[in-house]
């Protein structure tokens, strides 16, 4: 997502620019009680400053690491993914024969929604990883949507032409890279003159909160550096209208709603941790440390529990703009 971040919260997403977190362990480090640090070009511990990987190692490292969670995506713990994605369609104002660009599309979630928008039109999802692919494919073809293509390429170099594309989205996917404005501008760039441009992102007072905060408080008990949180960048809508603006978009707008939901048990924040970008640091640990911190962080969050569940609070930010003619 449709990957955080992929989000140290962001959502695993598909671009080799994002945290290396997950890596460790499918790299051959393993945690005994030093802090792991990731800053996105290595991964290193404070005892062991071997960790360098190339850029073919890393990208094969993260294309293993997003198809291994990939089946976890379309779960119901994770359902303000397609909640998100019809929030984004409403907001597009479409006509119905636009060919639109989802970048960094996961398991098709806002491909899937706007394809249904487009009976004369068509959609090409995009995404680094091949095992998010093959789940978007599947359930386009059980949905019976066929104006779509999803194919296997990297958000940070699209290939494809100028001026392609009437529209063109990413969904949770943007604040994965280190550099927005270039990630925006060459989003825009294959985009026609006239033509929208629209993300999402999470809302900084409304991201998970407390859930998020009591479990990144209990990683730091593990001795577990916690990444920047490169989510915050596009966390709140002033940040969001100067990101646009610099890259020449106009008619900016930028919409929050809340697409939040009640969990039923505290295992189902457990399913929202285990599918997706929280992985990447929960893997860290040794299988016995894991064990104990689920078993501790399930507890304090079964005390959140009120007669309606578990409150998953999911404020987004939808960011759109047009490309000057």
Request: neutral net charge; proline residues 4%.
């Amino acid at each position: 997502m449709p990957r955080d971040a992929v989000l140290a919260f962001a959502f695993v997403q598909k671009s080799p620019r994002a945290s290396y977190a997950t890596a460790a362990r499918a790299s051959g480090h393993r945690s005994t009680g030093q802090q792991w640090l990731f800053d996105g070009a290595r991964l290193t511990s404070r005892s062991d400053e071997t960790g360098i990987m190339d850029e073919q190692q890393r990208k094969a490292t993260l294309k293993q690491t997003f198809d291994a969670v990939s089946s976890g995506y379309d779960g119901g713990a994770l359902r303000f993914f397609p909640q998100s994605a019809r929030s984004m369609v409403s907001l597009l104002d479409l006509r119905g024969d636009e060919h639109a660009l989802d970048v960094a599309c996961g398991t098709g979630h806002a491909s899937l929604a706007v394809a249904r928008m487009l009976p004369n039109g068509r959609v090409t999802g995009v995404d680094f990883s091949a095992g998010m692919l093959d789940q978007a494919r599947r359930k386009a073809a059980a949905q019976g949507i066929g104006n779509i293509d999803f194919l296997e390429r990297d958000m940070t170099a699209l290939g494809f032409p100028a001026d392609s594309f009437d529209v063109a989205l990413c969904a949770f996917g943007i604040f994965f890279v280190d550099d927005l404005d270039t990630q925006l501008a060459h989003l825009a760039s294959v985009v026609k003159p006239r033509g929208k441009v629209m993300i999402s992102s999470f809302q900084e007072a409304h991201y998970f909160h407390p859930l998020r905060e009591m479990m990144l408080a209990r990683l730091r008990t593990h001795a577990i550096a916690i990444p920047p949180p490169n989510w915050k960048r596009v966390g709140h809508e002033g940040a969001c209208r100067a990101l646009f603006d610099r890259a020449g978009l106009t008619n900016t707008r930028v919409e929050t709603r809340n697409v939040g939901y009640y969990l039923d048990c505290a295992e189902r924040w457990w399913d929202v941790i285990w599918n997706a970008g929280f992985r990447r640091l929960i893997s860290l640990l040794p299988e016995d440390a894991r064990e104990r911190f689920k078993r501790d962080h399930l507890k304090e969050i079964e005390a959140l529990v009120t007669k309606d569940g578990i409150w998953l609070d999911v404020g987004v930010l939808y960011t759109v703009g047009t490309k000057p003619a």
